[in-house]
């Protein structure tokens, strides 16, 4: 199989796919991450499934997944001591006349309020426009989670409208929020 490598960098950080030997790292932060503040922050989560080779496998199915143009999955590496520091993906919603994704980040609750989130999503779009290709990323949001709104405004993605009943999540069909962002 193909080692998909692309990758972006900022002065503080590589955006780039996890690799195998990244596992004691990207477990590390997960482990080390603080108490739920909400119902968007998973907070602690149970690892114990998590091993090497689980992990192992997570990768291979990234690089397939890549491969196949389905999503594109960055690890959020910090330069200064390579902490793993979150997540940014694209999810391929229709190419042909549309080159359209959806974009998803996250970064670990301890590492909130350094401006990981906004430097990482900020250069992951470029990469989406440059290296993969995409015109239009849309980023999905639920109506109250202010944070996610206030990141996807400050990397200059425009609200668009809201999408009634747009996804099965808190047990509910739920809104969302759509921003967007047009290559150009």
Request: proline share 2%; net charge negative.
């Amino acid at each position: 199989m193909k080692d998909f490598t692309i990758s972006t960098e900022t002065e503080r950080l590589i955006i780039r796919p996890l690799k195998v030997a990244d596992y004691p790292n990207w477990l590390g932060e997960f482990e080390s991450r603080f108490a739920s503040s909400s119902r968007h922050d998973l907070g602690k989560m149970d690892m114990s499934e998590c091993t090497e080779e689980w992990f192992g496998q997570l990768v291979k199915n990234h690089q397939e997944l890549a491969g196949n143009d389905v999503a594109h999955v960055f690890g959020v590496f910090r330069k200064e001591d390579h902490k793993h520091v979150g997540m940014v993906d694209f999810s391929t919603l229709s190419r042909n006349d549309f080159q359209w994704g959806r974009i998803g980040y996250t970064i670990h609750n301890q590492h909130w309020k350094n401006g990981y989130g906004k430097e990482a999503v900020k250069s992951a779009l470029n990469l989406a426009f440059h290296d993969l290709n995409f015109h239009r990323i849309e980023a999905h949001i639920n109506l109250d989670n202010t944070p996610s709104i206030k990141l996807a405004e400050s990397v200059g993605m425009e609200f668009e409208c809201i999408r009634k009943g747009f996804i099965y999540e808190f047990g509910e069909w739920t809104d969302n929020m759509i921003y967007y962002l047009n290559a150009g």
